[in-house]
C-alpha cells in the first residue's frame, strides 16, 4: 500500500475496503507482513489477522538501537 499519510484512519479505511472485497477475516491464518507501523498495526490486530514483523524493518531497527546504545 502507497500512501502519503502514516495515519490509522487511512489503514482502517484500507481494511475496511479489502475486508469487503475479499473477506480479508477468511485469512485468518495467512500471515501479514508490515514494518510495525502503529497504524496500519492496529487494523490487522482489529479484525484479528496474523500479524509478521517484516525482517528486513526488524533489523534496521536493531541496527539503529545498537548504534544508539553504543554513542551512550
Same mark, same amino acid.
Given at each position: 500500500?502507497?500512501?502519503? &499519510? ?16 475479499? !473477506?480479508?477475516? &477468511? ?20 479484525? !484479528?489477522? &496474523?500479524?509478521?514483523?517484516? !525482517? ?17
Amino acid at each position: 500500500m502507497l500512501h502519503k &499519510s502514516k495515519k490509522t484512519e487511512r489503514h482502517e479505511e484500507f481494511f475496511r475496503i479489502a475486508d469487503k472485497l475479499l !473477506n480479508l477475516k &477468511s485469512l485468518k491464518n495467512t500471515p501479514i507482513t508490515t514494518d510495525r507501523e502503529i497504524g496500519i498495526t492496529k487494523p490487522i490486530k482489529e479484525l !484479528n489477522l &496474523s500479524l509478521v514483523i517484516c !525482517n528486513n524493518h526488524l533489523i534496521r531497527d536493531v541496527k539503529r538501537w545498537i548504534a544508539k546504545k553504543k554513542r551512550w
